[in-house]
């Protein structure tokens, strides 16, 4: 088994710690609890485990994750996400944890099966509501590089809108077709 490291929470500095290995415990005696009992977690609606902290009325469910990602991974930057690299949204080890964007985090959820369906569908051709597939972006591409339509021309020709034309232009629809 691997060894246990326990620090501080963020935010919570004296009162509570987190371990490594994905665990909260007290560090300091309060009413009907003692320093050293670990916590026992439970499931919030986004099926994360949470634990919940208490201080002087004070009181808040938090995510475990988040808890052990920022004790040991450190803040997280704006516009980043925790993902579980193994998928298992139980498994809140620092080495199972990282900060990717969120474009990152759901292309993981995807090759991992973790999303399908009308979610994963959103992307490509696979969305009910798309009018392209792969190869007509790729024509797409190939037109804009050669100069010779408009967007709005070929966003006619092809029964989208220019605004479709331009994002798939500069990568922000169809991101994962070169």
Known sequence: MDKEEWRQAVS???IYDISNLGRARRA????????????KPCFNTGKYLCVDFREKGRRKYYP???????????????????????????????DNLEYITHRENLAHAIRLGLISGSFAGMI?????????????????RRLIKEGEFT????????GVCQVNISHIKLNKLWSHIK
């Open 12 to 14: 919570w500095e004296g």
């Open 28 to 39: 300091k005696p309060g009413k009907n609890t003692f320093t050293g009992r670990i916590l």
């Open 64 to 94: 475990l994750h988040c808890l052990v990602a920022a004790a040991f991974i450190g803040p997280r930057l704006d516009g980043l996400e925790i993902n579980h690299i193994d998928g298992n949204k139980t498994n809140n080890r620092v």
């Open 124 to 140: 490509g051709a696979m969305s009910s509501c798309s009018k392209l597939t792969e190869d007509g972006v790729r024509q797409i």
């Open 151 to 158: 967007q709005k021309e070929i966003g006619l020709m092809y």
